[in-house]
């Protein structure tokens, strides 16, 4: 699976972002995906996910009321919306994918996109 993750920048705190994941073969074979994020000197962590036919969904705890997760079968491309950024986000967000009928948790990708950085601050 190709995973192609775009959107990451600078931004202050309060404000937000969207990052995309390109998936080209995203209506395939029960394909969900995942965002997970990494900051230096941290554990990877879980961001959210959805499942192939868009029904459901989860997020971290760290960002639960603040980030959401959707995705757009017929152009191939999930997003993550994140709002109310503070400086603890900064870290390299990854867009993930698993093929998988059923909506598992934790979530456990089996494939792994680039990253794309997130830097918050003033």
């Known amino acids: 699976v190709q995973l192609q993750a775009s959107g990451g920048g600078l931004v202050q705190p309060g404000g937000s972002l969207r990052l995309s994941c390109v998936v080209p073969e995203l209506t395939l074979d029960y394909t969900n995906i995942g965002w997970f994020r990494q900051a230096p000197g941290k554990e990877r962590e879980f961001v959210a996910a959805?499942?192939?036919?868009?029904?459901?969904?989860s997020t971290g705890d760290s960002v639960k009321g603040r980030f959401s997760i959707s995705r757009d079968n017929a152009k191939g491309t999930v997003f993550l919306q994140m709002n109310n950024l503070k400086p603890e986000d900064t870290a390299v967000y990854y867009c993930?994918?698993?093929?998988?009928?059923?909506?598992?948790?934790?979530?456990?990708?089996?494939?792994w996109g680039q990253g794309t950085q997130v830097t918050v601050s003033s």
């Open positions: 993930t994918a698993d093929r998988n009928p059923y909506y598992e948790t934790p979530f456990s990708p089996t494939y």
């Open positions: 959805v499942i192939w036919s868009g029904t459901r969904s």
